[in-house]
């Protein structure tokens, strides 16, 4: 009964948000408001089954892992199966409780826009998509699901149907997704050949010795699936599509783009350790993933320096920080993993919660340019507020939870032998923290242009996500106890093993110890402190530079305040001159030239087949009667 | 006296500002800062903003195109502050006065201290005049 109810609230919660879609496309005549209610309250019914059973599940512990299965196809062993251990649970909490905050910020960002059946349909399909992806028992069904994401995600960025712009960006998407999903499939096959008893099953490979179809197979798979997983994870060399699927609605590109759909990659790595243990578990391995996790994050970090655009920016953060939780599950050890699977979650917080600034932004301004923004402290609090606290944590600023993280996969590399990645890793949040610098000042700090004097905080239902997931970021910052026992879990689930010391006072590694409580207190004393010394020494109230002395000097000239100001491509002038020559890499073709010559290829290969199409209905018909005649020589002999 | 008084008089920050000279006081003035003459030696340094002044160095007649301008940069100079003019031209307008373009003389739109007349001034005159600055300081 137990069981069963466990797998009820599982099932349901994958069936709510797709059933939910097909009720939300046929409520086209309802208020904009009332039909993106309804979509959120799906997505709220879904974490709540998924909480129940997390907390079912996480009542014994060693119960783990659990399957739930209901046969399909019993002749090739397929079957429609749920596998639910703490890694799955985990993410799919966090499919599913973004996706209620993103539909709620929908609820108002979408509010002017036409066509949004379609679009609640689509997000509720994605969102049930995701949780059916982390729930998956086997490979075969994870497949579905994960080609079932890439759809809803062309979809959703091509949802400006007459902008051939957000078109081309949801097409690209789709293609290089699909792509690491036609890898998916190679390695599933290759799977299915290597296993004694031909299985796709999770439970079922876990315990597999893969005797069946040797090594090279096994390599096979494993290779297959790392391309998968670079694919779908915007990682080195296949993320171009992320920074133009940011033409998609901004709660979107934060549920899609930040939270979900992009570290299906990172948990297909993640499920390698179950699936394939001790052949993906190896040294040789781990150090592809690392070096493609260490190479993700320098480009990703680099492109986002000298980017205006905010969701742009963004997005190659996006690439930069996945980099590290690739990093992170890629070094083979129960640290390496938490470590990894903590920056996800920590990663859907901030990550999520700067892309929901940025449609505020957008939807106050109207403008996506940090150019154009400039002291709107003042005027949007509560969004100042989010991107502080967000930007500070993804910098790995202490005691916000993107530092416990980002501290945890630097000594998870240190111990795993990997100095070198560290390093790496510390230098790329140097630069993120740079890249942040730029985007807090440009947009909120400074002064205010003429065009924005006027502009307003956003509506309650786009405050409410920003503001829990700001303050999530701090929560799980200060207190990192909570979220790490379940990440703990996971990761030991994965690969056997204690990945640290989880104290109430601080957390103990092999490495080092961080004292959360102690460091938030100290900070915020430091803080206290700070304040003091700036009320109590004499203080010039600031002036508004309206007359003439107060003018920026330009030879004499009166030149109005937009022309001085010091925005956002300022900042990284100097960041581009100095590292001209790798820039130069990027701007005169580089990866372009890769690519194009792999279409190129593919294309004249097409052409060879293309010859078949003639035109001629009676060759078309020929061709036919002829494959008949073959089919049914075959059956006779 | 304080600090930050006993520096301005031990070392004057220079800006020099022509307001349509014909370059003869401007050529004196940057002679005066060879080593030849050398004022650095009274720690006077020409400065590129009038944000790091603390003595202007004026010449020319104050023209039309100049007059706006030159007010600007009188206002964007922080006090305290002295202006020296440079030359007959700042001082009076010189033979240009009363012609087409003429908007001076400078006194007319910004208080001056220190007048050096000259055509151009020597060297040693310009020096003089801003040693006799630097007791209004």
Not at chain 1, 42 to 62: D, H
Request: aromatic fraction near 12%.
């Amino acid at each position: 009964m137990e069981a069963l109810t466990l797998e009820f609230a599982l099932l349901l919660s994958i069936a709510v948000p797709f059933i939910w879609a097909a009720v939300v496309s046929g409520l086209g005549r309802a208020s904009a408001r009332v039909q993106g209610g309804f979509a959120a309250s799906g997505m709220l019914l879904s974490t709540g089954f998924l909480v129940f059973a997390a907390s079912r599940v996480m009542a014994e512990p060693t119960g783990l892992p659990l399957a739930f299965k209901r046969p399909w196809i019993p002749a090739f062993g397929l079957a429609f199966s749920l596998y639910v251990d703490a890694l799955s649970l985990l993410l799919a909490l966090v499919a599913s409780g973004f996706g209620f905050l993103a539909l709620l910020y929908s609820v108002d960002e979408m509010r002017r826009e036409g066509g949004l059946p379609r679009y609640y349909m689509w997000m509720l399909f994605f969102g049930g998509s995701m949780v059916g992806l982390f729930l998956a028992g086997d490979l075969f069904t994870m497949f579905i699901f994960w080609e079932l994401t890439s759809l809803a995600s062309y979809g959703l960025i091509g949802f400006h149907k007459e902008r051939l712009e957000d078109v081309g960006a949801a097409l690209k998407a789709f293609m290089l997704t699909h792509l690491g999903g036609a890898f998916l499939l190679l390695g599933i096959f290759a799977v299915y050949l290597a296993s004694s008893p031909h299985t796709l099953d999770f439970e079922a490979l876990a315990g597999q010795a893969f005797t069946g179809g040797g090594m090279l197979l096994v390599s096979l798979a494993i290779a297959s699936f790392i391309i998968a997983a670079v694919a779908k994870s915007v990682q080195f060399p296949m993320h171009n599509w992320l920074p133009s699927a940011t033409v998609a609605p901004s709660a979107v590109t934060a549920y899609l783009h930040a939270a979900a759909m992009v570290k299906a990659g990172v948990y297909l790595l993640a499920r390698m350790y179950t699936v394939l243990p001790g052949f993906f578990n190896v040294p040789s391995w781990n150090l592809v993933v690392v070096s493609i996790g260490c190479v993700t994050m320098l480009v990703g970090v680099m492109n986002a320096l000298v980017q205006s655009d905010f969701k742009r920016l963004l997005a190659y953060h996006t690439i930069s920080q996945i980099g590290y939780m690739v990093l992170g599950v890629g070094l083979g050890t129960t640290l390496g993993l938490a470590a990894g699977l903590f920056h996800l979650l920590n990663h859907a917080l901030f990550k999520g919660c700067l892309f929901l600034c940025a449609g505020a932004l957008i939807y106050a301004t109207g403008s996506r340019s940090l150019d154009d923004y400039g002291g709107l402290a003042k005027r949007m609090p509560v969004t100042a507020f989010a991107c502080l606290v967000a930007s500070a944590s993804i910098s790995g600023v202490p005691p916000f939870n993107g530092f416990v993280s980002k501290w945890m996969i630097y000594g998870a590399a240190i111990e795993a032998g990997y100095a070198w990645a560290a390093v790496i890793a510390m230098f790329t949040s140097a630069l993120t923290l740079a890249s942040f610098a730029k985007v807090v000042h440009s947009a909120f700090l400074g002064s205010t242009p003429e065009r924005l004097r006027e502009v307003k905080e956003v509506p309650a239902t786009m405050k409410i996500p920003l503001t829990v997931l700001a303050l999530a970021c701090i929560l799980f910052g200060v207190f990192p106890a909570a979220p790490l026992s379940l990440v703990g879990l996971a990761a030991s689930g994965l690969v056997p093993g204690l990945p640290l010391a989880v104290y109430s006072f601080g957390l103990v590694t092999e490495i080092g110890v961080w004292l959360p409580t102690v460091a938030a207190l100290l900070l915020f004393l430091g803080i206290l402190l700070g304040l003091a010394i700036y009320y109590a020494s004499a203080r010039v109230s600031p002036v508004a530079p309206t007359a003439d002395k107060y003018k920026v000097f330009v030879g004499g000239e009166d030149v109005s305040l937009e022309e001085v100001s010091f925005t956002s491509h300022h900042f990284y002038s100097p960041v581009k001159s100095i590292l001209k020559p790798l820039y130069e890499v990027g701007e005169k073709g580089g990866l372009d030239r890769l690519d194009y010559g792999i279409a190129r290829l593919i294309d004249r290969a097409c052409g060879f087949f293309r010859k078949v199409h003639t035109g001629v209905l009676s060759m078309y018909v020929f061709w036919l009667l002829l494959a008949l005649l073959v089919f049914a020589l075959m059956l006779w002999w | 006296m304080s600090l930050f008084r006993l520096s301005r008089k031990k070392s004057p920050w220079v800006f020099h500002v022509s307001t349509g000279s014909c370059n003869n006081c401007d050529i004196e003035i940057i002679a005066a800062l060879t080593p030849r003459f050398d004022v650095e030696r009274f720690g006077i340094v020409l400065q590129g903003s009038p944000r790091h002044a603390d003595i202007l160095l004026v010449t020319g007649i104050l023209n039309r195109q100049t007059l706006e301008r030159a007010k600007r940069v009188y206002a964007q100079t922080p006090d305290p502050k002295l202006v020296v003019a440079v030359g007959t031209c700042a001082c009076t307008g010189g033979i240009f006065r009363g012609s087409y373009n003429f908007a001076g003389p400078l006194d007319r739109v910004i208080p001056v201290d220190v007048y050096i007349a000259g055509c151009p001034p020597r060297p040693q005159a310009i020096i003089d005049g801003i040693v006799k600055a630097l007791e209004k300081l």
